[in-house]
C-alpha cells in the first residue's frame, strides 16, 4: 500500500469493505478468462472435441452455448467475492503486525510478507472452498443444461452427495490460495522495494499496478498445480463412487503420472491472464479505496 496507508492503519471494518470492493471489480472485469480456465483444467486426454487453445475456448462457447455462457457460474463468486478479496487484504493487513510483534520486528521483512500472505491465504481458503465447488460445477461443459442455476446446483449437489460433498476439495484449496497469497503479497513487498518511490498519484498508480500485476503473476505460477488438483476434485460427483483422489499431493502424483507433468499447469494461459492483470487491478482498486476512507472517514 501506499506510505499514507501505512502511516494510518484502517479498522478492519473499513479493510473489509476496500477489500470487497477491490474483489467485485476485478471479477466483473475478468471472469471469462476463469471460465476458459476451468474447461481447460477439466480436460483429460486428447480428441478431436478437447479444446485448443483460450481462443477456441471462447469461440467454441459462444458459438455451441452462447456468449452469456462465458459468465455461467458468476452468482457464486459474486456472493463470495466480496468477502474473499476483503479477507485476503483485511487479514493480510491484520496478520503483519501480529508477526511483527511475535519475532520482535519493527517493520516488515520479505520472510514475513510471504508468511502474512500464506497465513491470509488459509483463512480465504476456509470461506470459498465451498462456493468454489458450486462454481466448478456450473462452469464444466459436462454440467451444460443440468442445473438450471447456483441454487438449483446446490440443492442436486446435496440429494446426490450429502453435505459432506461440499467440503470436497478443502485441502488442496488451502493449498491454492496459500500459495497464491504468499507469492503475491511477498513479491508486492520485493518488488516495491526495487522500485524507485513515486512521486505523483500517477506514479503512485503504475508502481502498484505493476507490483501487483507481477505479483499475480507469481501467485498463478506457483499455485496453478493445486488449481487443476482442486477443480478435478469439486467436479467428481461422489455419488459415483470413491474418487480417485482427495488430496493435492495424491491427486498431482496421479495427474504426473498419467497425463505427464504439464498437465498440472492446464489452464494456466487464462488463468495468468486474468490474476497478473487481476492482481493489478485488485491492488490499484484497494489502494483507492482505502486512501479515500482515509481522507473522508477517519
Known amino acids: 500500500m501506499s506510505d499514507a496507508a501505512a502511516a494510518k492503519p484502517l479498522p478492519f471494518l473499513f479493510q473489509f469493505a476496500a477489500g470487497a470492493i477491490a474483489g467485485v471489480s476485478e471479477i466483473l472485469c475478468m471472469y471469462p478468462l476463469d471460465v476458459a480456465k476451468t474447461r481447460l483444467m477439466l480436460q483429460v486426454g486428447t480428441g478431436a472435441?478437447?479444446?485448443?487453445?483460450?481462443?477456441?475456448?471462447?469461440?467454441?462457447?459462444?458459438?455451441?452455448?452462447?456468449?452469456?455462457?462465458?459468465?455461467?457460474?458468476?452468482?457464486?463468486?459474486?456472493?463470495?467475492?466480496a468477502p474473499k478479496r476483503a479477507?485476503?487484504?483485511?487479514?493480510?493487513?491484520?496478520?503483519?503486525?501480529?508477526?511483527?510483534?511475535?519475532?520482535?520486528?519493527?517493520?516488515?521483512?520479505?520472510?514475513?510478507a510471504i508468511m502474512t500472505g500464506v497465513t491470509a491465504g488459509i483463512t480465504e481458503a476456509l470461506i470459498v472452498a465451498t462456493p468454489e465447488l458450486v462454481k466448478i460445477r456450473l462452469q464444466a461443459k459436462e454440467n451444460a443444461g443440468r442445473y438450471a442455476g447456483t441454487m438449483d446446483c446446490v440443492r442436486k449437489i446435496y440429494a446426490e452427495e450429502g453435505l459432506k460433498a461440499f467440503a470436497n476439495?478443502?485441502?488442496?484449496?488451502?493449498?491454492?490460495?496459500?500459495?497464491?497469497?504468499?507469492?503475491?503479497?511477498?513479491?508486492?513487498?520485493?518488488?516495491?522495494?526495487?522500485?524507485?518511490k513515486a512521486e505523483t498519484k500517477r506514479g503512485e498508480l503504475a508502481v502498484n499496478f505493476a507490483a501487483g500485476a507481477i505479483g499475480g503473476t507469481v501467485g498463478t505460477t506457483l499455485n496453478t498445480p493445486p488449481d487443476v488438483v482442486k477443480t478435478r476434485i469439486q467436479n467428481y460427483n461422489s455419488a459415483k463412487g470413491p474418487p480417485p483422489y482427495t488430496t493435492f499431493l495424491a491427486g498431482a502424483r496421479t495427474i504426473a503420472r498419467e497425463e505427464g507433468v504439464r498437465a498440472l499447469y492446464k489452464g494456466y494461459v487464462p488463468k495468468v491472464l486474468r490474476l497478473g492483470p487481476g492482481g493489478g487491478i485488485l491492488l490499484v482498486v484497494y489502494d483507492h479505496v482505502t486512501t479515500y476512507m482515509r481522507d473522508h472517514f477517519l
Open 169 to 196: 476439495g478443502l485441502e488442496a484449496t488451502i493449498w491454492r490460495h496459500a500459495l497464491w497469497n504468499g507469492g503475491y503479497f511477498g513479491s508486492i513487498f520485493g518488488i516495491k522495494k526495487l522500485m524507485p
Open 87 to 112: 479477507i485476503k487484504f483485511a487479514s493480510n493487513d491484520t496478520y503483519g503486525p501480529m508477526y511483527m510483534r511475535l519475532f520482535n520486528q519493527k517493520q516488515l521483512t520479505q520472510s514475513l
Open 49 to 81: 472435441d478437447q479444446y485448443k487453445s483460450i481462443v477456441d475456448v471462447f469461440g467454441r462457447i459462444i458459438k455451441e452455448e452462447g456468449a452469456s455462457r462465458l459468465y455461467r457460474g458468476i452468482l457464486p463468486p459474486i456472493m463470495v467475492e
